[in-house]
């Protein structure tokens, strides 16, 4: 039985016949008919290989098919008929640049995996707490100075003294950009305001409220230095910013973050406290949820469709238009939101998140997690679930081995759930087709975990859980 990742919607097989794929050039066939654009047939017949799409992605994903069928069996390929279409259209995988940085190298490596596993969108998460990641021609200082910090206090293995820094030049993102463009990836870029935010009023400590010194932060966690909403400068600024964003990352897509604000200096700040009564605002949540508006109703008249993580819905009147990206969700706001007609992507922190180990999101639980099955979440609001993402943090990783044993193969199992049709998934397949996608990845020199690290149970579980864990318990700042 011919079985891939993800698992098309369909494979036929002439069981036991077998055809040299190097006596062959692939033939193309464009079909006419209207269908989506990521659909494909692949026909390995004994007198060629003829893939059908009605478009460039259809004829990309038959391609990365056939490699890996290529891949999985060698020269002598078996004779069969795909016929394939995804599940969902969104299909994300984010990697945190901020916390820790990546080569361009590294990306792109990262990236064409990404790729050959059908997913379609690199959520950038560029600038945070702990560091600004873009060269800016309108705010040069805010590259140079926030980019720096001083040094490491995150997990026990990672403390240092020295400063670390480093940024993506825009030569560097239109090289990325374009690099995923080719393999029909869509870069989303993330400026998490108002919280996360501390890089920022580093180098402008007037945009946040009482204007007081902040530094670059050295450690993770939750930071009290937020933006000040009620500052007029505030909103220029991260206008010109998302400005010239927009010039480098011409994709649909336009992601602001909006997630864990701590709205502590927001009470006591005359120039919070003059904006929400001349707005008629009463409450905190109402107060962030208009600057958010704000941002996104800017990004939008630029044709952006904007994203922010789930907690831009408290408050009740968020901006019609927003995506929402659904981590944590206590009190069931984007399962009511997505009820009630609003699109939302599933990345859930409980497994999706792939800086956890093994230990604590096995692969087997990643694979099981169906990304609809959430509680509360009635049939029409499952029609509103665009897709599904999984986000790599990289507070505790600082390399790109760690980056690929986290994510590899747990991300075989993310894109399957995004790309498959659950009826077609099985993990005891899915795991024995990782065996030989892991072999062949390490032959590419990826640093996928061994089978042994997939599932760990008992002593080995629970040791590696705590060290993880640990990590929370050792930081400062
Ligand atoms: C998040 O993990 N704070 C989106
Ligand atoms: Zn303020």
Redesign the pocket.
Known sequence: MIRLIPQPLSVTENTGAFVKASDFTVTRKTLSVKQCDESYSLYIKADGITICASSEKGFFYAEKTLEQIISFYGDLIPVCTVNDSPRFEYRGFMIDCARHMFSVDELKKMIDVAASLKFNRFHWHLADDQGFRIELKCYPELTRLGSVRAGDRFGKNLQSDKPYGGFYTQKEISEIVDFCRKRFIDVIPELDVPGHSSALLHVFPELGCGGKNVSVKMSNGIFKDVLCVGEEKTETVIRNIVSELCELFPGEYFHIGG??VPRDNWKNCPKCRSLAESAGIHDLDGLQQLFINSVAAFLQEKGKTVIG?NECLKGGKLNGGMVIER??DPKGLAVKAANNGRIIIAAP?KPY?ADYPYAIYSLKKVYLYEPTDIKGLTESGKENVLGTES?I?TEFINSCASLEAHCFPRWFAVAESAWSIPENKSYREFASASVKLCEALHSRGINCTLPSGWNPTGIKRLCESAAFLSNFSTTGK
């Open positions: 997630d864990e993580w981590w944590l922190l998140y986000p943090w």
